[in-house]
């Protein structure tokens, strides 16, 4: 009853809930757009730093990752392992690093080997170009260089490099690559020193036949695999073989820390984002309901008079505010859907005037692009309907506080 | 007619001075005691060949290795043993060194950025093989202690000097004119690694110690022991033997 008499209140007078509706819908909507935005940001940055070179999650040798010593190696049959068989993993690699000195045309640089398995890489990361037909490549190892690194040595596609480093055993390793590709990852760093090479050349010149560092994973879900790292860990022991040596599993959030408070910060500044904005149109709201209950002093005490509790009509005036609030509250999200959509599909192309931004170990291209996230939905929905509720409470308190007589002769 | 006199008489002066400074205080010339231990194998020219062990935490090697030198500035080392690396030489062109890698006969460029690197992968850095921190020159002395056996010298960088010890202490034999010990400071002040020297014989009227161990401090189980096994000096070796051409040809 009371709130079919709520909805009749509402539509008594279009124009004022039609205006008080649109300027929620709007910043509602907005707001979802602009989360949206910053989500696609935040994808971008963590998917440059995990699917260029890292993975999502590593496991390696306790302490490689800070080490990089060449000797915590393991079995690379561990990759055929049931246990990395589960729902949330979607692909992984085994790799092998090095660190050599290359020699090009005149020049020599020292620089990263990243040993990969040429068609299991891609699948986990990008820098490696899709796999390439081997035909006119000849006896020696194929190399994919940075495209800084490759200037530096002066060298281009099909050009011969000299590698030269320490291998396993202490013998003075050197051999021949043929620059198969170039990379650019937009990292600067990166592109200066590293090369992708293939796997078992790399385990040859380095004396370590079927040895790897790391085992690379890409997962389903990149924001939630911390979760998935942390249960891997404790599985390991009842899948390694008894002799296998302990390994760790790492996330890309342990790998790479400022990453993880770049997105922690991420989660604050959406929190006063949608507290600004909701300030503002709260404050519409409180307004639009103030002076709706001051120009329907009268219905309410006829209301009263007629026997309606106080407290009823208070409840009354929260549910119209709570029936606006939800029809905003629909409008928004397919408002900010639909916009939120277009984003994510074309999105703004910004190349023509910015560069990529290294930033937090991982590098934004030049693009505003938005990615849907159910929290990005959530968080603006629930604060509107918590703003009408709020904003409307001190009226429906007026209201409800009003003498009839007073109201009554007063007209 | 004044100015023409200064320049002599500043030259003069300058001259005198500090020689005049040494005789009084009779002190060792530490900078001359320096480069000659600095530079005890070279002479004029030498020819050697010499045995690396090297022992690390996870493998240990041992290498035979033919060493030429001509004067300070040039120096050839090829390895002779084993098989495997049979052929791989280096060579120091004044400040610059190469390595020739007959397995693929192409030659690299060591960069100056890893002139501190490993040798090898011994405990001897590019910089040590070819002595590219002529201490003597670049180099403060002082004499910190001295008995009936031993000087002991302590080297500090000159301030204009860019190098990658704060501190280096030779510790030097009093009769023989040779090496004891050598200590590196990095320039924190601790101790980085150290060099023994000893097994000291008569070489064509020069005392030199054949054997030198170098062991990092932050791996005591380590270490690097070279030996000479035959060691001429004055040979017949000139400027030109030392070049890229000749790093390949042989």
Known sequence: MLLKLAYFNLWRNPRRTLLTLSALV??????????????????????????????????????????????????????????????????????????????????????????????????????????????????????????????????????????????????????????????????????????????????????????IHELAMRVERPLYAAQLARQLQEQLPTHAPAKGVALEVDDWGRLLPQMQEAIASYDVSRAILVLILYSAAALGVLNTFYMSVLERSYEFGMLLATGMRPRRLKNLILLESLLLGSLASLLALLFGGALTHYMAESGIDLSDSIGPITYAGGSLPPRLHAVHEVGNYLIPLAGLLLVSLVASYLPARRAARLQPADVLRGN | MSRLLILPVFLLVSLLMPTGLKAEESLPDLEALIRQVETQYNGLSSHAVARMDIQTRNWQRSLVMEFWSWRRDRFLTRILEPAREKGVSTLKLDNEVWNYLPKVDRVIKVPSSMMGGSWMGSHITNDDLVKSDRI????????????????????QPKPQTVTVWGQLVYTIDKQHLTPQQVDYFDEEGLLVRQIFFDQIRQIEGRSLPLRMTVVPHDKPEEQTVLTYEQLTFETELTESFFSLRQLKQR
């Open chain 1, 26 to 211: 709007v910043s509602a909507a907005l707001l979802i757009l602009a989360l949206g935005i910053f989500s696609g940001m935040m994808a971008d940055i963590l998917s440059s730093a995990t699917e260029q070179y890292r993975g999502h999650i590593v496991v390696s040798r306790p302490g490689y990752q800070s080490s990089r010593d060449l000797f915590l190696t393991f079995d690379q049959h561990s990759a055929d392992w049931t246990l990395w068989q589960q729902p949330g993993i979607s692909a992984l690699a085994p790799r092998l690093r090095a660190f050599a000195l290359l020699s090009g045309v005149e020049d020599s640089q020292p620089a990263e080997l990243l040993g990969v398995d040429v068609d299991r890489e891609p699948l986990v990361t990008r820098l490696l170009p899709a796999v390439q037909p081997v035909g006119g490549v000849a006896v020696s190892g194929r190399a994919w260089v940075g495209e800084q690194l490759a200037r530096r040595l002066k060298v281009g596609v099909g050009d011969e490099l000299v590698v030269m480093t320490q291998a396993a055993d202490g013998s003075l390793a050197n051999d021949l690559l043929t620059v198969a590709g170039l990379f650019n990852s937009g990292d600067t760093g990166r592109d200066r020193r590293l090369l992708l090479v293939e796997l078992t050349w790399l385990q040859g010149l380095m004396v370590l036949p079927g040895r």
């Open chain 2, 136 to 155: 003597d020159q670049l180099f403060d002395f002082t004499l910190a202690q001295e008995n009936a056996e031993i000087y002991q010298i302590v080297c």
